[in-house]
Every structure is written in structure tokens, then in C-alpha cells.
């Protein structure tokens, strides 16, 4: 059974694109039945170009990738989810989304805080240099979710291993 994981950030513009392409991305390459998808609670309407950027410097596919509402999770024929990961950085006061699912939903939800690099100094080059050490961040934590026994785990145990993640 596939394990659904939804990446969301208020925007749907940078991290939680970053995050949907590299675990969409490490999950193909590593044959896991995982897929990812991302939303976010007041979507901007628009994908940062420079998070397409850092996907495509590295092979991750982003063609469909669209800002969009995390509404269409949570209503019937929605993919059922196992994990619900916030990516915005708490640290720097910004309000992250509080996810509460639709029917029947209960996924492990955790939060994994990243820096928004949208707003990094040093015009484009800074930005890129930014997207991309963010891009690095994210796939480190998402290649660790990947060696999870995903299949095997409980709740618990899930919600404890993504916590640990989250630290790292």
C-alpha cells in the first residue's frame, strides 16, 4: 500500500515543493512505494522558479508541479495519508498551517522547520545559493524517511523515528 506523505507550507511555493520533489524523487530511485504532494493553507498561486531550479540542476522531475490548496486533501477521493510533514520555520515567527485531514484521516504529523529561502540576501545568486542549501537540508531528512521499515511500523513508532528526523 502506497504511504501518502503531505508537505505543507503556507505558501505552496519553495519548501514544500522542494520537499514534494526530492521524497517524489528519492522514492523512485530507491523503488520505495512512497509518494509525496504538497499544499499549502493560503497557496500563492505560483511555484518559486527558483525551487524548479534547484530540483532540475538535480534530475528531479517537476513537470504539473502547481501552487495549490491543501482543501484538495482533505475532501472524499483524496489520497489517504499516512504523514503530514510542516516545513515553515517556526523559528523566525512565521505561522505554519495546522492540517487537520478529512475523513477518517489521522496521518502522524510533524514538523520539520526550514529558513524560507525566498527571502535570502544577495540577490539571485544569494537566492539560488539559498534554494539550494535548503534543497540539500530537505533531501538529507527525506533519504532518512526513506530508510524507514514504512510498511512495518506503527504509529508510534513512526510518529517518534520523524520526530528524530526533525532534530537532525
Known amino acids: 500500500m502506497t504511504t501518502h506523505v503531505l508537505i505543507l507550507c503556507t505558501h505552496n511555493s519553495a519548501r514544500s515543493v522542494l520537499s514534494e520533489g526530492m521524497l517524489n524523487h528519492l522514492a523512485g530511485k530507491l523503488g520505495k512505494d512512497v509518494r509525496a504532494h504538497s499544499a499549502g493553507s493560503a497557496p500563492s498561486g505560483r511555484i518559486n522558479p527558483f525551487a524548479i531550479e534547484a530540483l532540475k540542476n538535480v534530475g528531479v522531475e ?11 486533501f482533505t475532501s472524499d477521493g483524496a489520497p489517504p495519508l499516512s504523514i503530514v510533514i510542516t516545513v515553515c520555520d517556526s523559528a523566525a515567527a512565521e505561522t505554519c498551517p495546522l492540517f ?8 502522524v504529523k510533524v514538523h520539520w ?16 545559493r539559498a534554494f539550494e542549501l535548503t534543497r540539500q537540508a530537505i533531501g538529507y531528512r527525506m533519504l532518512q524517511l526513506m530508510a524507514l521499515p514504512l ?5 508510534a513508532a513512526l510518529q517518534a523515528a520523524l520526530v528524530e528526523i526533525g532534530r537532525s
Open 100 to 107: 487537520f485531514g478529512g475523513p477518517g484521516a489521522q496521518p
Open 151 to 155: 510498511e512495518t511500523m506503527d504509529r
Open 62 to 72: 517537476t513537470a504539473g508541479y502547481r501552487s495549490k490548496s491543501w482543501d484538495e
Open 113 to 128: 522547520g526550514y529558513p524560507d529561502p525566498s527571502n535570502a540576501e544577495g540577490g539571485d545568486e544569494g537566492k539560488r
